[in-house]
């Protein structure tokens, strides 16, 4: 299904400006609230990003606190009890699904990414934000999932030896595909942003954090300006990533794809 980008954000602008109890209108634009779902977690380190994934420093902190959801800490596990969960949520939401784990890990059956999708479709008053490292299996079911325009789909490329999967996201039929480079481990060459809508940048945190140069996010950003793509700078990282905040040359990049502003910053850290 092709989908039409000027009739998504008509669409969804529309519903927003008439839901004005579910809104807050900031800076010419409008906040939306963010949340996390989870119907999967845990995962298995897939490329060069995985290597200090945040994820499973938390499962396993959530798991030694004894927390039920991460009682396998950072094995793929399903949640079935919570795949319901956004239709309960009845305010508009941005949803990220899957931030502790990788929906499209080889270990989550067909079936169930399926259910996962069904819900989606069916919350079309959401905005649901998937990212994978896994594009190829994403790219193998896309025939059979249904692309409704309220799903956004995005594919991360943290070093240069990954961009072929870009040609791989533009292969998913979504309104809006994005990519996440973060964290961003080296200079990316010319990059073909053709169909993408969103490029998100940022460093790694923690303790043993990789050194994101400022050339590379400026190349980026360059490629962004010139191929008209929206771009995002999330952060530096490092060990204080608040301490060594998101501005780049004198300014926050805060640019989305839609009408819409976030109530914070986006939750990529796959
Ligand atoms: S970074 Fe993402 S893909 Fe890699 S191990 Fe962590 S959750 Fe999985």
Known sequence: ????????????????????????????????????????????????????????RLAKRLKDLGVKKYRNGFEVTLHPDVISKPLKIRRSTIIFVVSMGDLFHEKVPDDYILDVFKVMNKAQWHIFQLLTKRIERAVALREKLCWTPNIWMGVTVEEKRYVYRLDLLRKIPTAVRFVSMEPLLGDMPSLNLSNINWVIVGGESGPNYRILKPEWVKNVRDQCVSQGVKFYFHQWGGINRYRNGRSFEGRTWDETPSPFVYAGTPLFNM
């Open 1 to 56: 299904m092709q989908i039409d980008q000027k009739a998504f954000h008509a669409r969804y602008g529309i519903i927003m400006l008439t839901m004005g109890c579910l809104a807050v209108k900031e800076s010419g634009g409008i906040k939306w609230r963010r949340m996390s779902w989870n119907p999967v977690t845990g995962c298995t380190k897939y490329s060069l990003g995985c290597k200090n994934c945040y994820a499973e």
